[in-house]
């Protein structure tokens, strides 16, 4: 069993949402990374920046598995997202050694309503602050 540690941002910070997907997972922690943030146009993605911070959920996951989601993603999206090396703080202000799966490809688009909506639900259920809600609603086009 290599299950390695994994900071999610989009919807699989969600352990329901990992769990559709076909990942083993009970439980993802509350987390947020400093120096990131958060876009999603139309697909969720993560841009450098100092001065921003992104929420999500730790999980620990299988590497195997972790390889098998994002490979659906790539193939359902065309979108491939790579791994990055992080130091993700959880709520208890530990920081944790993580993977982050970010793409260097940034396409354009509005993201559909019902994403938006499945991403605050996933951001609630981590606990992430209610202005950070209120960013990700600000992707929502009307």
């Not at 941002?9 to 990131?36: N, Q, V, W």
């Amino acid at each position: 069993m290599n299950k390695v540690w994994v900071f999610f941002y989009g919807t699989f910070m969600s352990a329901r949402i990992l769990k559709e997907h076909g990942i083993c997972c009970d439980k993802t922690f509350p987390a947020k990374l400093s120096g990131y943030s958060l876009s999603i146009q139309p697909r969720v993605n993560l841009i450098k920046n100092p001065e921003a911070t992104s929420f999500g959920g730790l999980a620990l996951i299988e590497q195997e598995e972790l390889a098998n989601l994002y490979e659906s993603v790539q193939k359902k999206f065309s979108h491939v997202y790579y791994p990055f090396p992080v130091l993700a703080e959880m709520q208890d202000g530990l920081s944790r050694s993580a993977l982050c799966y970010i793409s260097e490809e940034f396409s354009c688009g509005d993201p559909e309503s019902t994403y938006i909506d499945e991403m605050v639900q996933c951001a609630r259920e981590m606990n992430a602050p209610e202005s950070y809600i209120l960013h990700i609603e600000s992707f929502r086009k009307l």
